[in-house]
T-cell receptor
């Protein structure tokens, strides 16, 4: 079956640097993509999403880029802070008009002081 | 507004026992889903519902039953628990239209089957 995957399982960056987390997806019919942050012992926390008809969307300190040609999604976090340390998941909604998410494996982001 | 409420938070079961994980939402959302998360993995869809009286299977439905008798509640039943069902379970709900920011997750239920 089709699935969403991540290129790197772990990422360490210096506090204040920018972070880029990548994700590959395979379902060309997905209508939107989501980035979640998950801290230990908690549920997924919505960060930002992007519809399939867009290629870039910006939020507060975060930017999501979507490249449909190569089926690639990335999350850029600017000026990382200690509170950004968490596991980040990308997810795609494979059922248009409803919520049916396929999650990637996750990337653990560690912020070094 | 409580959002999505899951109970229990933690549960230990013996192999073969049955139990129900409860999920309730107070946002009048049509869509509700159950996901499981194994260590080091992303969430995987077990079952979902697009409205009261309607349910369907997700990616990993075996060993689980669901029902949706009301809009608010979407319980997940394990009829005969197995060690492979040791996982963290998340319930989610969303409205009919919208994107990622309309999906709300519960805080999770940690289940251990021994």
């Amino acid at each position: 079956g089709e699935s969403v995957g991540l290129h790197l399982p772990t990422l360490s960056v210096q506090e204040g640097d920018n972070s880029i987390i990548n994700c590959a997806y395979s379902n060309s019919a997905s209508d939107y993509f989501i980035w979640y942050k998950q801290e230990s012992g908690k549920g997924p926390q919505f960060i930002i999403d992007i519809r399939s008809n867009m290629d870039k969307r910006q939020g507060q300190r975060v930017t999501v880029l979507l490249n449909k040609t190569v089926k690639h999604l990335s999350l850029q976090i600017a000026a990382t802070q200690p509170g950004d340390s968490a596991v980040y998941f990308c997810a795609e909604n494979i059922f248009q008009g409803a919520q049916k998410l396929v999650f990637g494996q996750g990337t653990r982001l560690t912020i070094n002081p | 507004n409580a959002g999505v409420t899951q109970t229990p938070k933690f549960q230990v079961l013996k192999t073969g026992q049955s139990m129900t994980l409860q999920c309730a939402q107070d946002m009048n959302h049509e869509y509700m889903s159950w996901y499981r998360q194994d260590p080091g993995m992303g969430l995987r869809l077990i079952h979902y519902s697009v409205g009261a009286g309607i349910t369907d299977q997700g990616e990993v439905p075996n060993g689980y039953n669901v029902s949706r008798s009301t809009t608010e509640d979407f319980p997940l039943r394990l009829l005969s628990a197995a060690p492979s069902q040791t996982s963290v379970y998340f319930c989610a709900s969303s409205r009919t239209q919208g994107t990622g920011n309309t999906i709300y997750f519960g805080e999770g239920s940690w289940l251990t089957v021994v």
